[in-house]
Structures are given as C-alpha cells and as structure tokens.
C-alpha cells in the first residue's frame, strides 16, 4: 500500500464516529434523493405518463347506432391520420340505486377484455367483466362518492324487472373512456331489443399534440361515416387539463424536501471534512514534516471523505430504491401508472452528484490543509483562542444553576463557526418537521372541508315515482323539508345542519352547465370555508370559488347572470369560498334565490353535523326513526382519506424523518469533534472533581443554546416553507386558500417545534456526553 | 498511633504487555508531612501520584486516603473523593483558558455545589493570600507562567484539602518563579498541610520536604526522613 494510501486509511481507523457519520449522511442523503428523484420523475408528467403506457386515446369517438353499422364504424379506423384504433364497443346508460339513493345516469361501456390496441384500461382491484350481471366501475369517473367495494351489488331500477349487477372490479383508464365497463353481451341484453343506443371508437392519432390536429383528426374520422354519425368526440387535451390539476399537487413539496435534504447534506458533509481537517492540523504539519506535498495531503483527506462517502452512497441507493417501490405502488394506484421501479438514471445521477458533492466539498476543505504551513500546522493547539467567548463565559457563570450547567452553556460562543453549523443543522431537522407537520395539518384541513358532515339525510331507495326522471335530476326531492328541519332541531346531538337542492345553471361567458347547490338552514356557512368576502346572507347572491372566478373574469363584488330553466337569474358574487366540487365551479346560493326560476327546486338532501361526543351511527339510527314517517331516513357519512393525502403524509413523514436524522447525525459529529478538541480540558475538570454525571450534563448543556436558536429558527423557515408550498400547491390547481388551511399552526405547537430542535441537538449530543461522561481522568489529562 | 493519611499496600500498576509502572510498592504517609517522590523518568512517579489522586487504578494492591479505600471507588466516587480530600497542582498549571482566574479558582467549590458567593469569598481570600488578589478578573493567558501555577495552586486549596499532590510543579517554570512556587509551597507545609509532589528537581524536594521517596523501575528504592532547608 502506497504511503497515501497508508494516511488515508490510518484516518478513517482513528476517526471512527466521524467516518461513520460521513458514510450516513451520504446514505440518508441519497436515499431520499433518490426516492425524491423518482417521483418526481413519476410526477413530472404523470397524465403524459400514464396516458403512454395505457396507449391512452387521442380522440374517444362515440356514434349514434341508429345512423351507423359497427362495421362502419370498425371502416373509421381507415381515416387519414389514425395510427390505431379499438373497437367499436356497444354503449349505453344505466341508472342505479346505490346506498338507497338513486344516482345520475352513469355510461356503460361493453368491453370484451380491458387490453387492446388504444386505451389499455388498468384494473385496480378485482378481476374483469366477464359474465353476465358483472360490472367495473372507473375508480375516476364521474362517479364520485365513497370507494367502490368488490361484490357490491346494485339495482338498475329502469331496467324491466329491476335487474341487479355486481362490481366485480375497479379500473382506471386515463383516457377516461367510460363510467363503468361491462361485456359487450350484458349490454345487448339490457338494450334488447333495440340494441345499443351507440358505439364507442378508440383512436390514436398519429399527430395528436394540439387541438387543431386533433380535430382534424376528428374531422377524418366523420367524414368516414355517415352525416350525423358521429355524435360526440372527446379530445385527450380536455381530459389532460381536468386530470392534470390533481398530479402536479405532489411536485412542489418533493422539491422543497429536495432543496432541505441536499443544502443539508452539503452543509453536514462540508462540516465533517472540515472538522476532520481542523482536528489533524497537527498531524498534517507532521507529514508535511515527513516530506507530503501540499497536493497529496489534499489528496489524502479528500480520500478519508470520498470511501466512506462511497460506501454510503451504494447503500443509499440500495436503500432508496427499495423505499421508492411502495411509495410508485401508491402513486401508480392514484395514476394509473405502471412504475416498477427506480429509473437507472435517477440512480446514476444521484450517486454521481452526491460524490461530486463530497468531492468538491472535501477538496474545499482540503486545500486549507494543503496552503497550511507546516510549521504553522504544527504549533496549532487545540483550545480554543484567547478572547472568543469569554464574555459568555462569565454571564454564564452568573447563571443560578449548577456550574456543569454554565460551563457547557458558554461553549457555543468559543467556536461561532462551528456553533453556527449545530444551529443550522438543527434548523433543518426542525424545520423538515414544522413543515411535514404543517403540510399534513393543511391537507387535513381540506379534507375536512371535503368531508362536509357527519350524517346525511335523504330519501331512501325504492322504484322512481311516477313521471319521475332519475336520469337527469339525481336524488328525489325530500316531501317535507320543514318537517326534517323540526327533526333534526329536536333530536339530541344535532350541532348544525344544511339542506341542499341541486340543479345546474349556464353563466354567460362560461361554456356548458354548472353545478349550483342551493342551500337552506342556518348552518351553511360552517360547512364552507371562506377565502374572501362574506358569506351568503340571502337570496340574490352566491359565493364560488377560485376556478370559477377565473374562468368567468370575475371578482368578488360582480354580478353575473345565471340562466336556470330558461329564466335569467341575476345575481352578485359575494365571496370566495374554498370548494373544490365541480373542479372548483361549483356555484353556492340561497334557495331562494332560484325558487323564482324552478319553483320546484326544494332540498333533496340534509347534511348534519353531529356534537362533539355524539356517535354519528347511533345519531343515524334515531334519526332514520323520527324522519321514516316523512318518507326520509339519515346514514352516516364516509369519510375517506383521499389517496393523494395519504401519498402526501407517508412521503412528508419519511422525508422528515430522513431529515431529522441527517440533522442529528450532523450535531454529534460536531460535537463529537468539539469534545475531541476539549478532551484535555475534560481531565482537567474531571481531575478537579467533575463526576461522569456532571461532565455528561456539560456536554449536553453545550448544544442548548444552538438547539434552542436552531430549533426557533427551523420552526420559522418550516413555516415560510409550508406556507410557501401550500400555496403553490393551491396555485397549480387553479385554487386560493383559505386562513383555515394556510394558518395551521398554534403558537404551543410552534413552541413545541422550537424545543424539537432542541430534542435533536440533545439527542445528538447524548452519545459524545456519554463518551465524555466514561473518560478515563489520567486518559484525557494525558491528551495534548 | 494516628493512622496515616496514606497508605499504600504492596501496590502494582501494570500497562498493557510492558513492565509493570509500580512494582508491589508499599508506603505511608502521615498528617502533616511534606514528600517530595523522586525518580528518573519512567520510574513510577506520576503513576504513583495518579492512583494516590484516584485518576488511575491499581492493578493489584490497595490505596487508602484519610481512610477512604481509593482503589475501590467508581468514577463517580473518585471525583468526589478528590473535590473533598485532594488538591491537584499540575506541571503544566491545566487552568482554563476561558475562565477568569477567579473563575478557575472557584470551580472545584462549585462541583461541589458551594453556593456562588460563598466560594467568591474563599477564592479572593487565597487570591489574596498567594499574592494574586489583583489579578481575579484576569484570564490565564495572560499571567505569567509562576502567576499561573499561584493560581493552580489557590485552585488546588479551594476545597480545604487534607492533601495537596503536585506533579512537577516548577517543571514548566523559570528559576525565579520556580523558586517563587518553592517558598509558597514551603509555607503551606508550614502551615500544616499535607503535601505530596513528584519532581526531578532535588532543591524542591530538599526546600520542601521533609520525607524524600526515592523509586527505581517501579519500586521503592529509599526512603529518606530529611529536615526541608529553609
């Protein structure tokens, strides 16, 4: 072994915590690196992503069976501009009883098998349709509502003789190319004997990146049918704008996480190099003694970072990738992606760029040593200089607590470089964890306003009423809402309670219908959250919220004009309220205020929320008791995490768990190397009488002051960080934020953060206290 | 009889493969006397005072203090025996660079949990007493080399100590404050405190001592009652 080669690894033998430390952090470091790298990566463009894999359609046909032959249709394939094609596939509607309420009309696709040339449908759960009676629901579909369960059976109550179907699956097409799926066989026995009411055609078309090339595509294809044929054609550019809102939610915190996890492992590493530089000052002016040039003493302790820098990041790549397939597997879920794995060149580039890092970083640290001269590296002590930190010293000393205590509280103030490092290394920690708590508080918050109450009350399944049009009107209206409202203000338990009436609107300006919800009772406003403006305080005014004023030009305080069943309806904008029904474009109003133009719009369902200490179950079921009379009844409400909060908050707590032990890991190296260097001074004090005890209590009191200013100032860039990325988060769906879900944080919860950062330099500093604690007296005295 | 302040019995101090440091030494010294452990380098001499002190252990052997059994005690209970029996002058002073002499001085008082005050009052008086009662506020660094060793050795009499070990106290001094720290510890021998010290230097031991030990390769090797030259 050459004599480098003997320096390098006589190093990492004597520097043992240090090594150790270096080869962690690198491993912590490109752990979540990669795992950070990958997603985004898978998030990037996820849509794009997804819409590759599943060979998504470019343009979903749909054409009138009365006009056209499948064959015909099958012929359209031909057009000028199709690069592949599936079906036709019969289509048609079906409208269902589910959970005792009669539910809009969902389509219904006959599909032989879920692969094909265009638009591979992914099954998320369960198996295919494939006999009769068996149906897959779309997981994302205009179906919303609580998660489907397999074996769920439903009544199509239109149908002759009621029939039932059973889901036997959950699918995803990113192409959103139905509700549901069934085979082509079961929709010829609900459309018999007609036969179906159309078909559907799957395209990809060879030119597909602008609306102006998809519709030409279109136009290719209707000119291959007859006139009238085609009924509907529904570009992929529409369902990536609508799809898109959702994916680009996760891009903003991985690349805050990103940020924090590499400044921090820049920061850590640079200090580790450097102590190790800084403690073998003497031993570099000794080889330099011995005849070692400048460049291979640079050489040689550059080398003691980069092996174990090495080692971890080998390690760390083992590690990232074998977190980063579970975490795909949710993401894959939510997208309907197929990620198997991480991509090699995430792998690549972040081993590369973590040991590009410690190899600058160390080389930086390094060439002091090499400019050190040797008779300067030799005459360096190792106390630290006259005049640093002795004012600290003697406040401290006047401090009513024991002296361990004060001699351990000065000592930041002898090295502020170094102290500077534990404060910014346990503001990282703290703030990694101000914020993952503040993101999952955020996302709490707008699950809640998503979780609208605790009980629901309607009217419960059963044949439609004569005349009825289930298809179109939703659920049947409630018979007597003043009634309800009597009941639900006499049973016990009730905290407040809305009625809602549905219909929908046009706005000028606006293309296509809105959802308008109607509301009744003297609770709305708790079951919303306010971002600007008032709330309703009558007829004549709604609130709507983000994407509804941009899309209209609007602001709070205009009026608009909403056309409902023909009648203009003129109304002001008074608020701005955080929903994100209808993608945001939903409209809220009084009752009142439409009664004029649809005189029978009367509330169809009442949302409860039940006091505190009441169980909803048991509130449903007395309820459901008092309201059977009325022809009502009440069942609680789902309320199910949504899966991309739940993606969000594992991927929040791991990063800052990774986090908080890289900040760890980077306060007892500091400390390790500053009770090192006051080894001596530790036999002198134990000499004088300091027991193992006492000399623990002084390590550890070292590290109060920077946890506390590190904890204080991670607590408030946690909060900078969460606020920040909320916010964006909002932004790139096209929503504004209410207080609610920005203001996350209770003054004892930051005060709790503060003393977090505290918990990490402590947690830090146990096991060099510990070491310093067990030093031998004669041992440490004998240390220069 | 009184029983002697120190006793050692048949005492070994062996490290790692090579000779053993001390070799089954046997000694006593009582209340009162000043003994000054001579030797050639690697003959025992530190090591001797390090087990006296409770900084190291016997390998065989015991060691008895004001009827305390040294060898016998944890970390924990050696740190207390020597706040409350030993005072340790060091060659090379060992003070603390960011405390204030004042501050240096009190610092075994207060391990010791002595109210603040109470140990101001006791470090300015032997301030005082050594001559060093204008320089309370002063740091190490800037005293003079015999000024440092005053202070080491004010802060070594803090607690009142039953004994005073020295090891080297003039090793790291000029002649002038060599002899300076010879008359001041002459004058705490006089005043009837216990003193061990380990030196090369024989004008030390004859001005100070009234006992010289002579060790050779870790044994006792003579063991002289002489009259301190005043």
């Known amino acids: 072994m050459s004599a480098l080669g003997r320096v390098v690894r006589s190093g990492l033998g004597r520097r043992r915590v240090q090594t150790i430390v270096i080869g962690l952090v690198v491993m912590i470091a490109v752990t979540s690196a990669v795992l950070g790298g990958s997603l985004l990566v898978a998030s990037r463009a996820p849509f794009d992503r997804a819409f590759g894999q599943q060979r998504g359609a470019h343009l979903i046909g749909q054409f009138d069976a009365g006009k056209v032959t499948a064959a015909q249709v099958t012929k359209s394939a031909d057009a000028a501009g199709v690069s592949s094609a599936a079906g036709p596939f019969p289509i048609t509607q079906i409208a269902l009883v589910r959970d005792r309420f009669r539910m809009p009309p969902m389509t219904v696709v006959g599909r032989p098998d879920p692969g094909g040339a265009v638009d591979r449908v992914t099954l998320t759960a369960g198996r295919w349709a494939t006999g009769p009676g068996e149906l897959v629901v779309a997981v994302d579909g205009r179906f919303r509502g609580p998660p489907i369960k397999i074996g769920t059976v439903w009544t199509l109550p239109d149908l002759p003789g009621s029939p039932t179907v059973r889901v036997v699956g959950t699918a995803r097409s990113v192409s959103r190319s139905a509700d549901a799926w069934t085979t082509p066989a079961q929709i010829a026995t609900w459309t018999a004997p007609h036969g179906p009411r159309g078909y559907q055609m799957l395209y990809r078309l060879t030119a597909a990146g602008t609306a102006a090339q998809v519709e030409a595509g279109r136009t290719a294809i209707a000119a291959t049918v007859p006139d009238g044929a085609l009924t509907g054609a529904v570009s992929w550019l529409v369902t990536r704008q609508d799809a898109v809102g959702q994916s680009v939610l996760l891009v903003p915190f991985l690349i805050a996480f990103g940020v924090l996890g590499v400044v921090m492992a820049v920061l850590i590493i640079g200090n580790v190099i450097a102590g190790a530089v800084a403690t073998a000052t003497r031993r570099i002016g000794i080889l330099k003694a011995l005849g070692f040039t400048p460049a291979q003493v640079v050489r040689a302790y ?29 993401t894959n879920r939510l997208y309907g992606t197929s990620d198997n794995g991480v991509a090699p060149s995430v792998d690549a580039l972040v081993v590369g760029g973590a040991l590009a890092v410690v190899a600058v970083t160390a080389w930086v640290a390094a060439a002091r040593a090499g400019r050190l001269r040797t008779v300067d590296a030799l005459a360096v002590g190792r106390t630290p200089r006259l005049g640093r930190g002795q004012w600290a010293s003697r406040l401290a000393g006047r401090l009513p607590v024991p002296r361990p205590v004060t001699l351990g509280l000065a000592h930041p103030f002898a090295r502020p470089l170094r102290s500077a490092s534990i404060v910014a290394a346990v503001a990282f920690g703290a703030a990694a964890v101000t914020f993952a708590v503040g993101l999952g508080a955020s996302l709490n918050q707008v699950q809640e306003v998503e979780d609208i109450a605790d009980v629901q009350v309607g009217v419960p399944p059963g044949p439609p009423a004569a005349g009825a049009q289930p298809a179109s009107l939703g659920p049947p209206a409630l018979t007597d809402p003043d009634a309800i409202v009597r009941a639900l203000t006499a049973q016990p338990g009730t905290a407040g309670y809305m009625g809602v009436a549905w219909t929908e609107v046009t706005v000028a300006g606006i293309t296509g219908a809105l959802d308008t919800v109607a509301l009744t009772g003297p609770d709305a406003a708790q079951y919303y959250r306010m971002v600007s403006g008032t709330w309703l305080t009558g007829p004549g005014e709604i609130v709507v919220a983000t994407p509804f004023l941009t899309a ?7 009026t608009v004009v909403l056309t409902n069943h023909g009648t203009d309806v003129t109304v002001r904008i008074v608020g701005e309220v955080f929903n994100t029904e209808d993608r945001g474009m939903q409209i809220l109003t009084d009752l009142a205020t439409l009664q004029a133009a649809d005189p029978g719009l009367a509330p169809v369902t009442f949302y409860v929320t039940v006091r505190s200490g009441t169980d909803p179950s048991a509130y449903a079921e007395t309820l459901s008791t008092a309201l059977q009379p009325l022809g009502a009844e009440a069942h609680t409400v789902d309320q199910d995490t949504d899966e991309l909060v739940i993606i969000v908050d594992s991927l929040t707590g791991l990063l800052s768990l990774l986090l908080v032990i890289v900040a760890g890991l980077g306060v007892l190296n500091l400390v390790v190397l500053e009770t090192r260097e006051r080894v001596h001074d530790l036999g002198v004090h134990k000499a004088l009488g300091m027991t193992p005890r006492q000399t623990a209590a002084m390590v550890i009191s070292s590290v109060v002051v920077t946890g506390v200013l590190g904890g204080a100032a991670g607590a408030a860039v946690g909060v900078a960080v969460q606020r920040m990325v909320v916010s964006a988060m909002g932004s790139s769906t096209g929503f504004a934020l209410p207080d609610s879900v920005l203001d996350v944080y209770r003054p004892a919860q930051l005060l709790l953060f503060g003393v977090g950062g505290l918990m990490i330099a402590v947690v830090g500093a146990l096991l060099p206290a510990g070491w310093a604690g067990r030093t031998r007296t004669v041992t440490a005295l004998r240390t220069e | 009889m009184s029983m002697p302040l120190i006793e050692l019995r048949a005492v070994t101090r062996r490290y790692d493969e090579g000779p053993p440091a001390l070799r089954e030494v046997s000694l006593s010294v009582a209340r009162g006397e000043a003994v000054a452990v001579l030797g050639p380098s690697g003959s025992g001499k530190s090591t001797l005072l390090n087990l006296v002190a409770g900084l190291d252990r016997p390998s065989a052997g015991t060691v008895t203090v004001d009827g305390v059994r040294v060898d016998e005690l944890s970390e924990a209970a050696s740190a207390r025996y020597r706040r409350a029996r030993i005072g340790l002058v060091f060659q090379f002073f060992n003070l603390l660079d960011d405390l204030t002499v004042a501050d240096n001085v009190m610092l075994p008082a207060q391990l010791a949990g002595i109210a603040r005050g109470a140990a101001q009052r006791r470090a ?60 001041l510890l002459t004058d705490l021998h006089a005043d009837g405190q216990t003193i061990v010290l380990v030196t090369h230097d024989l004008a030390l031991a004859e001005a100070c001592a009234t006992r010289t030990v002579q060790l050779l390769d870790g044994r006792v090797a003579a063991d002289t009652v002489t009259e301190p030259v005043r």
């Open chain 1, 552 to 558: 209209s030009g609007k602001r709070v305080g205009d």
């Open chain 2, 124 to 183: 300015a008086e032997l301030l005082t007493a050594l001559g060093m009662g204008r320089h309370v506020s002063a740091y190490p660094g800037r005293l003079s080399g015999g000024e440092r060793q005053r202070v080491a050795v004010a802060r070594a009499l803090m607690n009142r100590p039953a004994l005073l070990l020295a090891d080297e106290p003039t090793g790291a001094l000029d002649t002038a404050a060599g002899e300076d720290v010879q008359r």
């Open chain 1, 302 to 330: 550059a080398g003691q970072a980069l092996v174990p820098a090495g080692i971890g990041a080998v390690l760390g790549v083992v590690a990232g990738n074998l977190l980063t397939f579970p975490v795909l597997a949710q």
